[in-house]
T-cell receptor, first 114, second 111 residues
Framework: DVKVTQSSRYLVKRTGEKVFLECVQD?????MFWYRQDPGLGLRLIYF???????EKGDIPEGYSVSREKKERFSLILESASTNQTSMYLC?????????????FGPGTRLTVT | QKEVEQNSGPLSVPEGAIASLNCTYS??????FFWYRQYSGKSPELIMS????GDKEDGRFTAQLNKASQYVSLLIRDSQPSDSATYLC???????????FGKGNQVVVIP
């Protein structure tokens, strides 16, 4: 079974703090993704990575950065948290292949910025 | 970013009936299509993937793909209360490794 884990299920941070969200997958997948999910807006892609040390901006990268130093780990960083970054954050991973690309999600981190 | 549309509102079905969900997509080059189930407060879970035109069955779930008309559908037969969830359609972008997600359809199965 594919397993994607995230460092925290719930997190409360103050405005201006630097926040680190960690994601680890154990299936040797090349691709990893960070999304946020908000009611009425669906899943929105923040950043993704298709290889170690590689990263690509998604649809809403502003206010975020990422790090992928090892294949199994993909970190999302909120440089200076703001209240509009209160959301559910979801990490996913997927293999690369001719007909694959199924994404498998972690349990999510519900972040509240006060 | 390519578009994936799931336009119908919440779907209420009686227990034992068939639930039918539809999804249209804009990128004619897309080759890979997925359905995810998401329970309230939980993360999306992959339930079906389909790559070729036609039907694919897995238990009570059937995915149907029509590339010429650019739609993919999901049928849930013998619906159970445990099927009550939001169902997300996802389409792989042609030329990169990301998925485009629809906003989802909520299904409520009434006992």
């Amino acid at each position: 079974d594919v397993k994607v884990t995230q460092s925290s299920r719930y997190l409360v941070k103050r405005t201006g703090e630097k926040v680190f969200l960690e994601c680890v997958q154990d299936m040797d997948h090349e691709n990893m993704f960070w999304y946020r999910q908000d009611p009425g807006l669906g899943l929105r892609l923040i950043y993704f990575s298709y290889d170690v040390k590689m990263k690509e901006k998604g649809d809403i990268p502003e206010g975020y950065s990422v790090s992928r130093e090892k294949k199994e780990r993909f970190s999302l960083i909120l440089e200076s948290a703001s209240t509009n970054q209160t959301s559910m954050y979801l990490c996913a991973s997927s293999p690369t292949g001719l007909s694959s690309y199924e994404q498998y999600f972690g349990p999510g981190t519900r972040l509240t910025v006060t | 970013q390519k578009e994936v549309e799931q336009n119908s509102g919440p779907l209420s079905v009686p227990e034992g009936a068939i639930a039918s969900l539809n999804c249209t997509y804009s990128d004619r080059g897309s080759q890979s299509f997925f359905w995810y189930r998401q329970y309230s407060g939980k993360s999306p879970e992959l339930i079906m993937s389909i790559y070729s035109n036609g039907d694919k069955e897995d238990g009570r779930f059937t995915a149907q793909l029509n590339k010429a008309s650019q739609y993919v559908s999901l049928l849930i037969r013998d619906s159970q209360p445990s099927d009550s969830a939001t169902y997300l359609c996802a389409v792989k972008d042609y030329g990169n490794n990301r998925l485009a997600f629809g906003k989802g359809n909520q299904v409520v199965v009434i006992p």
